[in-house]
Protein backbone atom coordinates (compact mmCIF):
# COMPACT_ATOMS: atom_id res chain seq x y z
CA UNK A 1 0.00 0.00 0.00
CA UNK A 2 1.45 3.24 -0.87
CA UNK A 3 0.03 7.02 0.44
CA UNK A 4 -0.99 9.37 -1.99
CA UNK A 5 -1.64 12.87 -1.95
CA UNK A 6 -3.58 14.42 -4.69
CA UNK A 7 -3.71 17.94 -5.44
CA UNK A 8 -7.14 19.33 -6.56
CA UNK A 9 -10.22 17.86 -6.90
CA UNK A 10 -11.89 18.11 -10.64
CA UNK A 11 -12.54 15.51 -12.88
CA UNK A 12 -8.26 14.00 -12.68
CA UNK A 13 -8.32 13.92 -9.05
CA UNK A 14 -11.48 12.46 -8.04
CA UNK A 15 -11.08 9.65 -10.89
CA UNK A 16 -7.43 9.12 -10.00
CA UNK A 17 -8.31 8.86 -6.16
CA UNK A 18 -11.15 6.22 -7.24
CA UNK A 19 -8.86 3.78 -8.94
CA UNK A 20 -6.16 4.33 -6.26
CA UNK A 21 -8.27 3.49 -3.51
CA UNK A 22 -9.76 0.72 -5.58
CA UNK A 23 -6.42 -0.93 -5.58
CA UNK A 24 -5.54 -0.48 -1.94
CA UNK A 25 -3.61 2.68 -1.48
CA UNK A 26 -4.02 5.41 0.82
CA UNK A 27 -5.13 8.14 -0.65
CA UNK A 28 -5.97 11.62 0.37
CA UNK A 29 -7.09 14.83 -1.73
CA UNK A 30 -6.84 18.51 -0.86
CA UNK A 31 -9.13 20.80 -2.44
CA UNK A 32 -8.95 24.65 -2.00
CA UNK A 33 -12.66 25.51 -2.95
CA UNK A 34 -15.40 24.34 -0.28
CA UNK A 35 -16.62 21.35 -2.62
CA UNK A 36 -15.30 19.30 -5.36
CA UNK A 37 -15.46 19.54 -8.97
CA UNK A 38 -13.23 22.10 -10.13
CA UNK A 39 -14.36 23.26 -13.65
CA UNK A 40 -17.15 20.17 -13.33
CA UNK A 41 -18.78 21.94 -10.57
CA UNK A 42 -21.74 24.38 -9.92
CA UNK A 43 -23.52 26.34 -7.66
CA UNK A 44 -27.17 27.70 -6.58
CA UNK A 45 -28.20 31.23 -6.00
CA UNK A 46 -31.81 32.11 -4.88
CA UNK A 47 -32.95 28.14 -5.66
CA UNK A 48 -31.44 28.40 -9.15
CA UNK A 49 -28.80 26.10 -10.18
CA UNK A 50 -25.89 27.07 -12.83
CA UNK A 51 -22.85 25.20 -14.01
CA UNK A 52 -19.60 26.89 -13.01
CA UNK A 53 -18.29 26.77 -16.08
CA UNK A 54 -18.22 22.98 -18.47
CA UNK A 55 -20.97 22.60 -19.42
CA UNK A 56 -20.77 19.31 -21.76
CA UNK A 57 -18.02 17.01 -22.28
CA UNK A 58 -17.07 14.66 -25.24
CA UNK A 59 -14.84 11.30 -25.65
CA UNK A 60 -18.32 9.46 -23.96
CA UNK A 61 -16.82 5.80 -24.73
CA UNK A 62 -14.11 6.94 -22.26
CA UNK A 63 -16.04 8.60 -19.90
CA UNK A 64 -18.51 5.84 -19.77
CA UNK A 65 -15.83 3.43 -19.30
CA UNK A 66 -13.84 5.33 -16.40
CA UNK A 67 -17.48 5.49 -14.05
CA UNK A 68 -17.84 2.11 -14.84
CA UNK A 69 -14.40 0.69 -13.41
CA UNK A 70 -15.24 3.10 -10.28
CA UNK A 71 -18.14 1.54 -9.94
CA UNK A 72 -20.40 4.97 -10.16
CA UNK A 73 -21.87 4.29 -13.73
CA UNK A 74 -25.77 3.77 -12.41
CA UNK A 75 -25.74 7.05 -10.58
CA UNK A 76 -25.01 9.32 -12.93
CA UNK A 77 -27.32 10.37 -15.67
CA UNK A 78 -25.79 11.54 -18.41
CA UNK A 79 -27.68 12.78 -21.56
CA UNK A 80 -27.07 14.05 -25.09
CA UNK A 81 -26.46 17.86 -25.64
CA UNK A 82 -27.96 18.99 -29.15
CA UNK A 83 -27.83 22.50 -30.45
CA UNK A 84 -29.76 25.56 -31.96
CA UNK A 85 -27.25 27.97 -34.25
CA UNK A 86 -28.67 31.20 -34.76
CA UNK A 87 -26.75 33.80 -36.53
CA UNK A 88 -28.21 36.81 -39.05
CA UNK A 89 -28.27 34.46 -42.33
CA UNK A 90 -29.64 30.97 -40.75
CA UNK A 91 -31.38 29.88 -37.77
CA UNK A 92 -31.32 26.28 -37.65
CA UNK A 93 -31.39 22.91 -34.81
CA UNK A 94 -29.55 20.56 -37.27
CA UNK A 95 -29.52 16.93 -35.77
CA UNK A 96 -26.34 16.03 -37.95
CA UNK A 97 -23.18 16.95 -39.27
CA UNK A 98 -25.03 16.17 -42.95
CA UNK A 99 -28.03 18.41 -42.33
CA UNK A 100 -25.51 21.41 -40.48
CA UNK A 101 -23.84 21.64 -43.76
CA UNK A 102 -27.03 21.95 -45.80
CA UNK A 103 -27.98 24.91 -42.87
CA UNK A 104 -24.71 26.44 -44.60
CA UNK A 105 -25.12 25.61 -48.57
CA UNK A 106 -28.45 27.18 -47.83
CA UNK A 107 -27.83 30.80 -46.20
CA UNK A 108 -25.22 31.09 -48.57
CA UNK A 109 -25.69 30.03 -51.81
CA UNK A 110 -23.73 32.02 -53.78
CA UNK A 111 -20.91 30.62 -51.73
CA UNK A 112 -20.63 27.03 -52.99
CA UNK A 113 -17.66 26.61 -54.85
CA UNK A 114 -15.71 27.90 -51.97
CA UNK A 115 -17.83 25.78 -49.38
CA UNK A 116 -17.26 22.76 -51.13
CA UNK A 117 -14.14 23.10 -51.00
CA UNK A 118 -13.83 23.66 -47.23
CA UNK A 119 -15.95 20.95 -46.73
CA UNK A 120 -14.50 18.44 -48.73
CA UNK A 121 -10.81 19.26 -46.83
CA UNK A 122 -12.89 18.89 -43.67
CA UNK A 123 -14.59 15.89 -44.49
CA UNK A 124 -10.73 14.57 -45.26
CA UNK A 125 -9.49 15.69 -41.46
CA UNK A 126 -12.84 13.68 -39.93
CA UNK A 127 -12.20 10.80 -41.79
CA UNK A 128 -8.74 10.98 -40.50
CA UNK A 129 -9.51 11.25 -37.11
CA UNK A 130 -11.54 7.80 -37.11
CA UNK A 131 -14.30 6.38 -35.05
CA UNK A 132 -14.82 8.20 -31.56
CA UNK A 133 -16.49 5.61 -29.96
CA UNK A 134 -13.72 3.60 -28.50
CA UNK A 135 -12.28 4.62 -25.14
CA UNK A 136 -8.77 6.15 -25.51
CA UNK A 137 -6.03 3.94 -25.13
CA UNK A 138 -4.96 5.63 -22.00
CA UNK A 139 -7.19 4.12 -20.16
CA UNK A 140 -6.35 0.77 -20.53
CA UNK A 141 -2.44 -0.55 -19.29
CA UNK A 142 -0.56 -3.85 -20.07
CA UNK A 143 -1.60 -5.96 -23.18
CA UNK A 144 -5.10 -4.14 -22.85
CA UNK A 145 -2.97 -0.91 -23.46
CA UNK A 146 -1.28 -2.39 -26.52
CA UNK A 147 -4.23 -3.76 -28.61
CA UNK A 148 -6.22 -0.44 -28.08
CA UNK A 149 -2.93 0.95 -29.55
CA UNK A 150 -3.28 -1.62 -32.40
CA UNK A 151 -6.87 -0.96 -33.42
CA UNK A 152 -5.64 2.67 -33.86
CA UNK A 153 -2.93 2.16 -36.46
CA UNK A 154 -4.71 1.35 -39.85
CA UNK A 155 -6.84 4.27 -39.52
CA UNK A 156 -3.52 6.38 -38.43
CA UNK A 157 -1.03 5.23 -41.31
CA UNK A 158 -4.33 5.89 -43.76
CA UNK A 159 -4.32 9.28 -42.75
CA UNK A 160 -1.20 9.91 -41.86
CA UNK A 161 -0.89 12.61 -44.99
CA UNK A 162 -3.83 14.64 -44.24
CA UNK A 163 -2.74 15.17 -40.42
CA UNK A 164 0.86 16.29 -41.60
CA UNK A 165 -0.88 18.22 -44.15
CA UNK A 166 -3.27 20.07 -41.64
CA UNK A 167 -2.03 19.11 -38.38
CA UNK A 168 -0.01 22.23 -37.85
CA UNK A 169 -2.63 25.07 -39.58
CA UNK A 170 -4.54 27.05 -37.20
CA UNK A 171 -8.72 27.02 -37.91
CA UNK A 172 -8.11 30.76 -39.17
CA UNK A 173 -4.98 29.24 -41.30
CA UNK A 174 -7.19 27.01 -42.91
CA UNK A 175 -10.75 29.16 -43.30
CA UNK A 176 -8.62 31.50 -45.46
CA UNK A 177 -7.56 28.83 -47.69
CA UNK A 178 -11.37 29.42 -48.67
CA UNK A 179 -12.91 32.29 -47.08
CA UNK A 180 -11.90 36.09 -47.49
CA UNK A 181 -10.35 37.53 -44.38
CA UNK A 182 -13.50 39.47 -42.91
CA UNK A 183 -15.92 37.54 -44.88
CA UNK A 184 -19.00 36.21 -42.63
CA UNK A 185 -17.76 32.73 -43.48
CA UNK A 186 -14.20 33.32 -42.25
CA UNK A 187 -15.91 34.86 -39.24
CA UNK A 188 -17.56 31.61 -38.81
CA UNK A 189 -15.51 28.91 -39.17
CA UNK A 190 -12.91 30.87 -37.19
CA UNK A 191 -15.12 31.42 -33.92
CA UNK A 192 -16.37 27.78 -33.27
CA UNK A 193 -14.25 25.96 -30.89
CA UNK A 194 -11.70 27.59 -29.30
CA UNK A 195 -9.25 30.68 -31.04
CA UNK A 196 -6.97 29.19 -33.27
CA UNK A 197 -7.22 25.92 -32.63
CA UNK A 198 -5.88 23.29 -34.86
CA UNK A 199 -7.18 22.97 -38.06
CA UNK A 200 -8.23 19.73 -37.49
CA UNK A 201 -9.94 20.17 -34.31
CA UNK A 202 -12.65 22.00 -36.08
CA UNK A 203 -13.75 19.00 -38.11
CA UNK A 204 -13.55 17.20 -35.09
CA UNK A 205 -15.88 20.02 -33.20
CA UNK A 206 -18.01 19.99 -36.35
CA UNK A 207 -19.16 16.25 -36.48
CA UNK A 208 -18.22 15.61 -32.86
CA UNK A 209 -20.97 18.33 -31.82
CA UNK A 210 -23.87 16.10 -33.36
CA UNK A 211 -21.85 12.67 -32.52
CA UNK A 212 -20.71 12.60 -29.39
CA UNK A 213 -21.58 15.82 -27.19
CA UNK A 214 -22.94 15.62 -23.82
CA UNK A 215 -23.82 16.88 -20.31
CA UNK A 216 -25.31 15.60 -16.97
CA UNK A 217 -28.95 15.85 -16.00
CA UNK A 218 -28.77 16.20 -12.48
CA UNK A 219 -25.90 19.15 -13.09
CA UNK A 220 -22.07 18.64 -13.90
CA UNK A 221 -21.79 19.36 -9.97
CA UNK A 222 -23.84 16.00 -9.03
CA UNK A 223 -21.14 14.23 -11.20
CA UNK A 224 -18.18 15.53 -8.66
CA UNK A 225 -20.10 15.15 -5.63
CA UNK A 226 -20.80 11.29 -6.88
CA UNK A 227 -17.65 10.61 -7.52
CA UNK A 228 -16.66 12.41 -4.33
CA UNK A 229 -18.78 10.47 -2.08
CA UNK A 230 -17.28 6.67 -3.77
CA UNK A 231 -14.07 7.51 -3.36
CA UNK A 232 -15.35 8.53 0.68
CA UNK A 233 -16.96 5.60 1.06
CA UNK A 234 -13.86 3.67 -0.32
CA UNK A 235 -12.17 4.50 2.07
CA UNK A 236 -10.21 7.79 0.63
CA UNK A 237 -10.14 11.11 2.80
CA UNK A 238 -10.95 14.49 1.04
CA UNK A 239 -10.41 17.92 2.70
CA UNK A 240 -11.85 20.64 1.03
CA UNK A 241 -11.28 24.14 2.08
CA UNK A 242 -7.81 22.97 2.14
CA UNK A 243 -5.30 24.55 -0.23
CA UNK A 244 -1.79 23.26 -0.71
CA UNK A 245 0.67 25.90 -0.04
CA UNK A 246 3.82 23.70 -0.89
CA UNK A 247 4.79 20.75 -2.61
CA UNK A 248 7.73 19.09 0.18
CA UNK A 249 10.67 17.57 -1.63
CA UNK A 250 13.67 15.52 -0.59
CA UNK A 251 16.73 14.11 -2.53
CA UNK A 252 14.85 15.26 -5.79
CA UNK A 253 11.83 13.71 -5.09
CA UNK A 254 8.05 14.42 -3.62
CA UNK A 255 7.24 13.18 0.00
CA UNK A 256 4.36 15.02 0.49
CA UNK A 257 2.83 18.51 1.09
CA UNK A 258 2.19 21.27 3.39
CA UNK A 259 -1.30 22.86 3.76
CA UNK A 260 -2.19 25.03 6.58
CA UNK A 261 1.12 24.82 7.97
CA UNK A 262 1.31 21.21 9.07
CA UNK A 263 3.21 18.64 6.73
CA UNK A 264 1.60 15.51 5.35
CA UNK A 265 3.94 13.02 4.34
CA UNK A 266 3.16 10.24 1.09
CA UNK A 267 4.95 8.35 -1.38
CA UNK A 268 3.49 9.97 -4.52
CA UNK A 269 2.33 13.43 -4.90
CA UNK A 270 -0.35 13.84 -7.72
CA UNK A 271 -0.58 17.33 -8.81
CA UNK A 272 -4.35 17.06 -10.45
CA UNK A 273 -4.27 20.77 -11.01
CA UNK A 274 -2.50 23.55 -13.16
CA UNK A 275 0.84 22.59 -14.01
CA UNK A 276 2.38 25.80 -14.57
CA UNK A 277 1.61 26.67 -10.89
CA UNK A 278 2.23 23.01 -9.53
CA UNK A 279 5.58 23.43 -10.41
CA UNK A 280 6.57 26.97 -10.80
CA UNK A 281 4.58 28.05 -7.59
CA UNK A 282 4.53 24.75 -5.55
CA UNK A 283 7.45 22.78 -5.39
CA UNK A 284 9.70 23.83 -2.52
CA UNK A 285 12.94 23.75 -4.64
CA UNK A 286 12.20 25.45 -7.55
CA UNK A 287 15.81 24.16 -9.08
CA UNK A 288 14.38 20.48 -9.20
CA UNK A 289 13.41 21.83 -12.53
CA UNK A 290 16.08 22.58 -14.96
CA UNK A 291 16.34 26.30 -16.17
CA UNK A 292 15.72 26.02 -19.41
CA UNK A 293 12.49 23.84 -18.61
CA UNK A 294 11.32 26.49 -15.70
CA UNK A 295 11.66 29.52 -18.55
CA UNK A 296 9.78 26.91 -21.39
CA UNK A 297 6.29 26.71 -18.53
CA UNK A 298 6.45 30.17 -17.64
CA UNK A 299 6.32 31.06 -21.29
CA UNK A 300 3.84 28.50 -22.61
CA UNK A 301 0.31 29.92 -23.51
CA UNK A 302 -2.49 28.71 -22.06
CA UNK A 303 -6.21 28.06 -23.32
CA UNK A 304 -8.82 31.07 -23.21
CA UNK A 305 -10.96 31.69 -20.81
CA UNK A 306 -14.75 32.74 -20.66
CA UNK A 307 -16.80 35.43 -19.28
CA UNK A 308 -20.45 33.89 -18.14
CA UNK A 309 -23.58 35.50 -17.28
CA UNK A 310 -25.88 33.80 -14.50
CA UNK A 311 -29.39 34.73 -14.75
CA UNK A 312 -32.15 33.37 -13.04
CA UNK A 313 -35.49 33.89 -15.01
CA UNK A 314 -38.79 34.43 -14.01
CA UNK A 315 -40.19 32.64 -16.96
CA UNK A 316 -41.36 29.20 -17.11
CA UNK A 317 -39.77 26.93 -18.69
CA UNK A 318 -41.82 25.67 -21.02
CA UNK A 319 -41.95 29.66 -22.29
CA UNK A 320 -38.15 29.28 -22.25
CA UNK A 321 -38.08 26.61 -24.38
CA UNK A 322 -40.49 28.20 -26.94
CA UNK A 323 -38.19 30.80 -27.74
CA UNK A 324 -35.05 28.95 -27.01
CA UNK A 325 -35.91 25.43 -28.74
CA UNK A 326 -33.03 23.47 -27.40
CA UNK A 327 -31.27 24.21 -23.76
CA UNK A 328 -27.72 25.20 -25.76
CA UNK A 329 -28.34 27.76 -29.08
CA UNK A 330 -24.87 28.96 -30.86
CA UNK A 331 -24.84 32.54 -31.26
CA UNK A 332 -23.06 33.84 -33.74
CA UNK A 333 -21.82 37.44 -34.31
CA UNK A 334 -20.98 37.84 -37.68
CA UNK A 335 -20.68 41.30 -39.33
CA UNK A 336 -18.00 42.39 -37.83
CA UNK A 337 -14.31 41.59 -36.88
CA UNK A 338 -13.47 39.95 -33.01
CA UNK A 339 -10.42 39.99 -31.57
CA UNK A 340 -9.71 38.06 -28.85
CA UNK A 341 -5.85 38.61 -28.08
CA UNK A 342 -7.21 42.47 -28.60
CA UNK A 343 -7.56 42.89 -24.56
CA UNK A 344 -7.81 46.81 -25.29
CA UNK A 345 -10.88 46.40 -27.63
CA UNK A 346 -13.60 48.36 -25.46
CA UNK A 347 -16.07 47.15 -27.91
CA UNK A 348 -15.02 43.44 -27.33
CA UNK A 349 -18.44 41.80 -25.94
CA UNK A 350 -20.39 43.96 -28.40
CA UNK A 351 -18.89 41.67 -31.08
CA UNK A 352 -18.63 38.37 -29.34
CA UNK A 353 -20.09 35.14 -30.24
CA UNK A 354 -21.38 33.33 -27.68
CA UNK A 355 -23.30 30.33 -26.35
CA UNK A 356 -26.78 30.24 -24.32
CA UNK A 357 -27.44 27.29 -21.83
CA UNK A 358 -29.99 26.53 -19.69
CA UNK A 359 -29.58 24.47 -16.99
CA UNK A 360 -33.12 24.20 -16.05
CA UNK A 361 -34.27 22.63 -19.65
CA UNK A 362 -32.36 19.66 -18.96
CA UNK A 363 -33.52 19.32 -15.37
CA UNK A 364 -36.42 21.33 -14.07
CA UNK A 365 -35.11 20.88 -10.91
CA UNK A 366 -32.34 23.66 -11.48
CA UNK A 367 -34.96 26.59 -11.22
CA UNK A 368 -37.62 27.10 -8.68
CA UNK A 369 -41.15 26.11 -9.52
CA UNK A 370 -42.38 28.18 -12.53
CA UNK A 371 -38.75 30.06 -13.58
CA UNK A 372 -35.92 29.04 -15.56
CA UNK A 373 -32.16 29.31 -15.31
CA UNK A 374 -29.89 30.63 -18.41
CA UNK A 375 -26.10 31.14 -18.94
CA UNK A 376 -24.60 33.55 -21.35
CA UNK A 377 -20.87 32.20 -21.86
CA UNK A 378 -18.31 33.94 -24.19
CA UNK A 379 -14.48 33.35 -24.82
CA UNK A 380 -12.54 36.48 -23.39
CA UNK A 381 -9.56 38.49 -23.03
CA UNK A 382 -8.04 37.25 -19.95
CA UNK A 383 -6.55 40.67 -19.48
CA UNK A 384 -9.47 43.06 -21.02
CA UNK A 385 -8.99 46.39 -20.44
CA UNK A 386 -6.01 46.52 -18.03
CA UNK A 387 -6.50 43.59 -16.43
CA UNK A 388 -10.47 43.89 -15.43
CA UNK A 389 -9.38 47.48 -14.42
CA UNK A 390 -6.02 47.21 -13.12
CA UNK A 391 -6.78 45.96 -9.45
CA UNK A 392 -9.22 48.67 -9.13
CA UNK A 393 -12.48 47.21 -7.17
CA UNK A 394 -14.71 50.08 -8.58
CA UNK A 395 -13.32 49.70 -12.22
CA UNK A 396 -13.78 46.14 -12.08
CA UNK A 397 -17.15 46.15 -11.14
CA UNK A 398 -17.90 48.71 -13.70
CA UNK A 399 -16.37 46.50 -16.35
CA UNK A 400 -17.61 43.18 -15.26
CA UNK A 401 -20.94 45.26 -15.29
CA UNK A 402 -20.71 46.58 -18.46
CA UNK A 403 -19.94 43.09 -20.40
CA UNK A 404 -22.35 41.53 -18.61
CA UNK A 405 -25.58 43.89 -19.47
CA UNK A 406 -23.93 43.81 -23.12
CA UNK A 407 -24.19 40.02 -22.92
CA UNK A 408 -27.70 40.18 -22.27
CA UNK A 409 -28.83 42.90 -24.68
CA UNK A 410 -27.01 40.37 -27.04
CA UNK A 411 -29.12 37.16 -26.40
CA UNK A 412 -32.60 39.21 -25.98
CA UNK A 413 -32.37 38.13 -29.55
CA UNK A 414 -32.88 35.22 -28.98
CA UNK A 415 -35.55 35.52 -25.92
CA UNK A 416 -37.25 38.90 -26.58
CA UNK A 417 -38.38 40.69 -23.61
CA UNK A 418 -35.22 38.78 -21.46
CA UNK A 419 -34.60 42.09 -19.60
CA UNK A 420 -37.99 41.90 -17.78
CA UNK A 421 -38.14 38.61 -16.50
CA UNK A 422 -34.66 38.36 -14.79
CA UNK A 423 -35.02 38.46 -11.33
CA UNK A 424 -31.17 37.55 -10.39
CA UNK A 425 -28.00 38.27 -12.07
CA UNK A 426 -24.11 38.10 -11.84
CA UNK A 427 -21.30 37.21 -13.67
CA UNK A 428 -17.88 35.45 -13.51
CA UNK A 429 -14.93 37.24 -15.52
CA UNK A 430 -11.65 35.56 -16.22
CA UNK A 431 -9.88 36.57 -13.23
CA UNK A 432 -13.12 35.00 -11.26
CA UNK A 433 -12.01 31.39 -12.67
CA UNK A 434 -8.34 31.90 -11.63
CA UNK A 435 -9.48 32.63 -8.27
CA UNK A 436 -11.38 29.69 -7.86
CA UNK A 437 -9.72 27.26 -9.68
CA UNK A 438 -6.45 28.32 -9.65
CA UNK A 439 -5.88 27.53 -13.34
CA UNK A 440 -3.45 30.26 -15.22
CA UNK A 441 -5.33 32.98 -16.70
CA UNK A 442 -8.34 31.17 -15.70
CA UNK A 443 -7.63 28.57 -18.75
CA UNK A 444 -10.36 26.50 -19.50
CA UNK A 445 -8.88 23.54 -20.16
CA UNK A 446 -4.93 23.81 -20.20
CA UNK A 447 -2.45 24.80 -22.63
CA UNK A 448 -3.15 26.93 -25.67
CA UNK A 449 -5.12 24.97 -28.51
CA UNK A 450 -2.96 26.46 -31.23
CA UNK A 451 -0.69 24.30 -32.92
CA UNK A 452 1.48 26.91 -33.21
CA UNK A 453 2.37 27.61 -29.61
CA UNK A 454 2.38 23.82 -28.07
CA UNK A 455 4.45 23.11 -25.11
CA UNK A 456 3.79 19.83 -26.14
CA UNK A 457 5.61 18.19 -28.88
CA UNK A 458 2.31 16.15 -29.71
CA UNK A 459 -0.90 17.99 -29.42
CA UNK A 460 -2.03 14.41 -28.83
CA UNK A 461 0.16 12.90 -26.33
CA UNK A 462 0.18 12.16 -22.55
CA UNK A 463 2.86 13.20 -20.07
CA UNK A 464 2.14 12.98 -16.52
CA UNK A 465 5.71 12.53 -15.13
CA UNK A 466 7.58 15.20 -14.14
CA UNK A 467 11.49 15.71 -13.27
CA UNK A 468 10.64 15.54 -9.53
CA UNK A 469 10.37 12.09 -8.79
CA UNK A 470 7.30 10.41 -7.83
CA UNK A 471 5.58 13.80 -8.67
CA UNK A 472 2.82 13.38 -11.40
CA UNK A 473 0.24 15.15 -13.34
CA UNK A 474 -3.48 13.85 -12.87
CA UNK A 475 -5.09 16.72 -14.78
CA UNK A 476 -6.19 18.16 -18.09
CA UNK A 477 -2.35 19.55 -18.12
CA UNK A 478 -0.50 16.31 -18.66
CA UNK A 479 -2.14 16.81 -22.45
CA UNK A 480 -2.14 19.78 -24.83
CA UNK A 481 -5.21 20.40 -25.28
CA UNK A 482 -6.90 18.73 -22.22
CA UNK A 483 -10.54 19.19 -21.07
CA UNK A 484 -12.41 16.27 -19.97
CA UNK A 485 -10.67 12.84 -21.84
CA UNK A 486 -7.21 14.88 -20.79
CA UNK A 487 -8.27 14.32 -17.05
CA UNK A 488 -9.44 10.97 -17.43
CA UNK A 489 -6.42 9.85 -19.27
CA UNK A 490 -4.15 11.42 -16.60
CA UNK A 491 -5.40 9.93 -13.53
CA UNK A 492 -5.39 6.60 -15.35
CA UNK A 493 -1.92 6.55 -16.07
CA UNK A 494 -1.03 8.20 -12.60
CA UNK A 495 -2.80 5.43 -10.88
CA UNK A 496 -1.42 2.59 -13.48
CA UNK A 497 2.57 3.95 -12.11
CA UNK A 498 1.26 3.92 -8.96
CA UNK A 499 1.82 0.23 -7.49
Known amino acids: MKKVVIIGSGIGGLTAGNLLVKKGHDVTVFESHVTPGGYIAGFRRNGFYFESGTLSFEASASVFKAMKDIGVDGRIEFVRQKNRWVAEDFDGTPESYGEFK ?37 LYSGIPYIMSILSYLPGGLKSAGTMKMYGNMTASDFAGMFFGQGSKLYRMFTSVGYPDMAAFLIAGFLSGIYADYWTVKGGMQSWADVLADNFQKLGGKLLTGSRVDSILTKDGAAIGVSCKGSDFNADYVIAACDY ?92 PRGKSSLMLQSFAPHRWMQNWGGGN ?51 TSSFSWNPKKKFYENAMGLKVETPVKNLLIGSCWAMQIGGVPGALAAAYQCASRIR
Do not use: W
Open 276 to 367: KKAVLNLLDDKNLIPEKMREKISAAPVSEAVFTVYLGLNMPNEELKRQMALPHVLYLDLNSDCDIYDSGDAQFFEKTSFNLYSPSMINPEHA
Open 102 to 138: EMIYSAYPREKQKLDGFFAEADKMIAAMGGMDRPMPY
Open 393 to 443: RETYRQLKQKAMETMIEKAAKVIPGLKDVIEYKDAATPLTYERFTHNTGGA
